[in-house]
């Protein structure tokens, strides 16, 4: 291959274009109505809970933000509140997961990887033998051996396995 010569894209598998968010425009950005209007649609879509837990996180990102002028007992009160919330969630998520619950996540656990990995191998084995395809048509690597190209292609995908 020569430098500064164009790479042809005779194949469609070669060749990826990636075209962005659908309906996005280069260089332009949304303005701060349109990024409001989709917060409120999110904040619409909230259960109440969903919306309680918000505020009381907006409230304490809050109180946070001016603790240098709170007092020491209301500091106190605040500390001590949020502890004893951490500690029951602690707690409810203890006592809700029972041994059932968690042999049951074990053996879903195992199994997603067994997946996962048998995957890979598949992905792995189709696209290695995508490739001693493509170098065969490209290179003549079986007729230069002397094998059939079924042959020359199995060689290169088992070469990987070593």
């Not at 041994?99 to 992905?123: C, E, P």
């Amino acid at each position: 291959m020569e430098l500064g010569k164009p790479i042809p894209m005779n194949d469609v598998e070669d060749y990826l274009e990636h075209y962005g968010v659908k309906g996005m425009q280069w260089g332009k950005r949304r303005s701060r109505e349109a990024l409001a209007k989709a917060a409120a649609k999110r904040e619409e879509k909230r259960s109440p809970e969903q919306r309680a837990d918000r505020a009381k996180k907006v409230e304490r990102t809050k109180l946070a933000g001016s603790r240098r002028t709170l007092s020491d007992s209301d500091l106190d009160a605040i500390v001590e509140r949020m502890s004893k919330e951490k500690k029951l969630k602690d707690l409810v998520r203890e006592d809700t997961s029972s041994t059932g619950s968690k042999f049951a996540k074990d053996i879903s656990s195992a199994a997603g990887n067994k997946l996962a990995r048998n995957l890979a191998v598949g992905a792995a084995a189709v696209t290695s033998a995508v490739i001693a395809n493509k170098l065969n048509n490209k290179f003549d690597i079986a007729k230069k051996a002397g094998i059939t190209p079924e042959k020359a292609i199995n060689l290169v995908t088992k070469a990987g396995k070593g």
